[in-house]
């Protein structure tokens, strides 16, 4: 293991499962395969800048609490930060530095001029009220918005934040720079300045990378498939499988309530439907109950892990059957999980390249804004599938010539591109 040679930065978690020293680790294979120069390895390997602080809220009852935040500003050399808030009660900054380096990653590896950013609150969103919440949304703002802008920084949804929140965000900030600034924040409801196509981008962005990915290894996508996780991303791929992939039987899905099993397959329309009336699936009627553990281990041809990090690991890699792996979640697979995968034939998707519809998407949303004009449906999807496309045959070129697998292929594309920005600016080299 490297030794931290950042004198700034603590890592809060030691484990091996730690999502930043992962990160890392990723990125220093990348950079060894590529031969980058100390300097450039050394700068690459940490945040720009990083902002840990507290926000103060007054609950419902009149008592107040006071909440951990975090954003981290990974890199902007390519262009202005982009990057999600996560609400989560397990939140950590090392948790919010992985996500900031792979959104770098990310927005290189789909080739639009942005850097990679992260934000995160330690909070309980389930336990909050819609007041507490929007001023929890709001007393973040206050703390950040110096540090904002379209071309600086620009926040959007992730884990437990939603459209409404981001409404909530963007309003204060407008409220403190006194003038209608709408790219400060995408993610945004459609009548505030939100783009058409984001509800579903990050889903339909992994959805057409495992069409592209089965035309090259001639599997057919109208199979079975299974799905972790089932908000946002999740909820939309399994809507979006069939739809643009020809078919496909939804076999088993799960979420914090439990895990669900249906040979004959899961109608994903109704299924959706049921979650946001119950909020849950696990009583999804006529489905059958099955350990959520064993989720990513069922009979599907192709996965899609759609919920939280480190969920393939050296303990289920040996026992996944999937054909396809799209990981619409971030970090979900472990390095030692990844070498099983790969030496199994098993081809991952990686998460940055798989999910890189929603930044795609919010950079529209946040182009749109600065020209505040805004386009149809159909050329959002025209030019995400351009984007994605483009991003899948150069990951798959690099993971033929340099015989690496998918998620080292996705990396030396993006750092290569990151690299060189920073080589131009004349930061370092
Ligand atoms: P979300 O909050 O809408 O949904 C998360 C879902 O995961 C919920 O259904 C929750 O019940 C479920 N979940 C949580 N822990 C679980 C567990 N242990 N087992 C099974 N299910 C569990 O979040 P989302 O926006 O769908 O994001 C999901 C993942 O996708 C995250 O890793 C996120 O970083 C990533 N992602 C999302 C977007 C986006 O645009 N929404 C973009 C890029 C990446």
Redo the contacts with the bound molecule.
């Keep these: 293991m490297k030794e931290n040679l950042n004198p700034l930065i603590t890592l809060t978690q030691n484990t091996t499962n730690n999502p930043f020293k992962i990160a890392q680790s990723q990125f220093d294979e990348a950079a060894e395969i590529l031969g980058l120069e100390p300097a450039m390895r050394e700068l690459l390997r940490w945040p720009q800048r990083e902002y840990s602080f507290t926000v103060p809220v007054r609950m419902d009852d009149g008592s107040s609490k006071v909440f951990r935040a975090y954003r981290v500003q990974y890199s902007d050399a390519r262009g202005p930060g982009k990057g999600?808030i996560?609400w989560h009660p397990e939140e950590t900054v090392d948790t919010v530095r992985a996500?900031a380096a792979w959104m770098t990653w990310k927005t290189a590896v789909v080739d639009i001029p942005l850097g990679g950013a992260k934000g995160g609150i330690v909070c309980n969103p389930k336990a909050l009220s819609e007041g507490e919440k929007e001023r929890l949304a709001r007393g973040w703002m206050r703390v950040m918005a110096r540090e904002l802008g379209f071309d600086r920084d620009v926040p959007a949804?992730?884990?437990?934040t939603t459209p409404q929140i981001m409404a909530w965000m963007m309003d204060e900030y407008e409220t403190i720079v006194g003038h209608s600034h709408p790219a400060v924040i995408t993610g945004k409801p459609l009548p505030l300045g939100g783009s058409q196509g984001r509800n579903d981008?990050?889903a339909r962005g992994g959805v057409l990378c495992v069409g592209y990915a089965a035309k090259k290894l001639d599997i057919d996508p109208n199979t079975t498939y299974a799905v972790?996780?089932?908000?946002?991303?999740?909820q939309y791929a399994a809507l979006l499988h069939p739809q643009l992939l020809g078919g496909g039987k939804l076999v088993a899905v799960?979420?914090?309530?439990g895990a669900i099993y249906c040979k004959d397959g899961l109608d994903p329309e109704k299924l959706v439907k049921h979650k946001l009336k119950h909020g849950q699936v696990a009583s999804f009627p006529g489905a059958e109950q099955i350990d959520?553990e064993t989720i990513l281990e069922t009979d599907a041809e192709i996965i899609y892990p759609?919920?939280?990090?480190n969920v393939i690991t050296r303990q289920n890699a040996d026992k996944i059957k999937a054909k396809i792996i799209c990981e619409?979640?971030?970090g979900p697979t472990t390095p030692h999980a990844d070498t099983i995968l790969h030496d199994r034939g098993i081809h991952v998707i990686p998460d940055f390249l798989a999910?890189a519809g929603?930044?795609t998407v919010s950079y529209f949303e946040q182009v749109q804004g600065q020209m505040n004009y805004f386009w149809p449906l159909e050329e959002i999807h025209r030019k995400l599938d351009y984007h994605m496309s483009h991003a899948y045959d150069a990951v798959f070129a690099m993971h033929r010539d340099q015989d690496v697998h998918m998620r080292m292929a996705a990396y030396l594309v993006s750092v290569s591109r990151v690299a060189e920005a920073v080589k131009l600016r004349g930061w370092v080299g």
Excluded: I, W
Excluded at 157 to 160: E, K, R
Excluded at 228 to 234: E, I, V, W
Excluded at 254 to 257: E, G, Q
């Design positions: 999600g996560r996500l949804p992730d884990v437990y981008a990050t972790q996780g089932f908000g946002n991303a999740g799960s979420d914090t309530s959520p759609a919920a939280l990090e619409l979640a971030n999910n929603g930044v």
